[in-house]
């Protein structure tokens, strides 16, 4: 008999998965488990993030595995959170730095014990490598929806529902399905996805723009099909680059938008302070309830 139990639950940037198992009789010793980076075996589970890389693990009897596949050359930092009961062996709990197709090895872990073992992880991620980006912190956003709009804050920098922590600079805006989306900063696309219409985890479909400090615009939530730029397209500050929508977490159609960078830091990522220009002059404070108009 075996228990068994799944749990994929994907929040902003992170995907946890749980399992339990109970049974067979053969212990591995740690001290004789290593890592082995490049290859990935048949028939493992997995869940891919768009374009950019997959995670995969396998379980059997005696535990389980978890490997990381980057699709791209695009540099990402991915830091796993690994949490397990009864179970030992090696674990890669440091940043992982992806910068070229191929396969590492996250962890791999077998039971300890007769006794029933557990895991558990999430993974934050970010695009780029920790602590390169130099933010400017005179640089001024335009507004990234069209000339003359104007359109409420929703949810402003330490806003009270999930612009918190790493996530203190990041602005949501009203859209309806199907505004346009213009780019805030130009610089190039280093990630876009316009596939899903899922409403229930995760950012939805999204655009990264990397700025030529490093620090990297997020467009989120767009709708299906919504995107207008390709990887490795160079856009204008002011470009129309999509549209948006209700895709990925969120309790009604709005836009999401920050400028993060990758940190050496527990989450990989944190987001900075931004100022945009808008028709009443240029502002860093970013209140839920603000009324921003784009000027013509
Ligand atoms: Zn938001």
């Known amino acids: 008999m075996t228990a068994y139990k799944h749990i994929l639950n994907t929040v902003f940037a992170s995907l946890i998965v749980a399992g339990l198992l109970g049974s067979g009789s053969v212990f591995a010793r740690s001290d ?16 891919c993030y768009r374009e950019a890389f997959c995670v995969h693990w396998k379980k059997t009897k005696t535990g389980v595995d978890a490997w ?38 996250v962890f791999r872990l077998r039971k300890a014990s007769a006794a029933t073992w557990e895991y558990g992880f999430k993974y934050y991620y970010h695009p780029g490598r920790p602590d390169q980006a130099k933010p400017d912190p005179d640089f001024v956003y335009e507004l990234p929806f069209a000339k003359g709009k104007t359109y409420k804050v929703t949810q402003g920098f330490n806003g009270s529902t999930t612009h918190k922590k790493r996530e203190s600079y990041a602005v949501d805006w009203n859209l309806k399905v199907g ?9 190039k696309v280093i990630g876009v996805s316009g596939s899903t219409s899922s409403q229930r985890r995760g950012h939805g479909n999204f655009i990264w723009i990397e700025h030529d400090d490093g620090t990297v615009g997020w467009y989120l939530h767009l709708r299906q099909g919504g995107t207008r730029v390709g990887l490795g397209q160079s856009v204008n500050a002011g470009d129309l680059i999509g549209y948006s929508g209700n895709t990925g977490k969120t309790s009604g159609p709005h836009f999401h938008f920050q400028v993060s ?8 990522w944190k987001t900075v302070p931004i100022k945009f220009r808008t028709s009443d002059g240029i502002t860093g404070k970013i209140r839920s309830g603000d009324r921003h108009s784009r000027p013509n």
């Open 68 to 105: 990381l596949e980057a699709l791209t050359a695009q540099p990402i930092t991915i830091l796993f959170k690994t949490t397990s009961k009864n179970l030992e062996g090696p674990v890669r709990d440091e940043p992982i730095i992806m910068d070229k197709p191929g396969i590492t090895q």
């Open 179 to 187: 505004t346009p989306v213009h780019a805030a900063r130009g610089g």
């Open 261 to 268: 960078m990758t940190v050496s830091g527990p989450n990989t």
């Open 32 to 47: 004789e488990l290593s890592l082995v980076d490049g290859v990935l075996p048949a028939d493992v589970d997995g869940s």
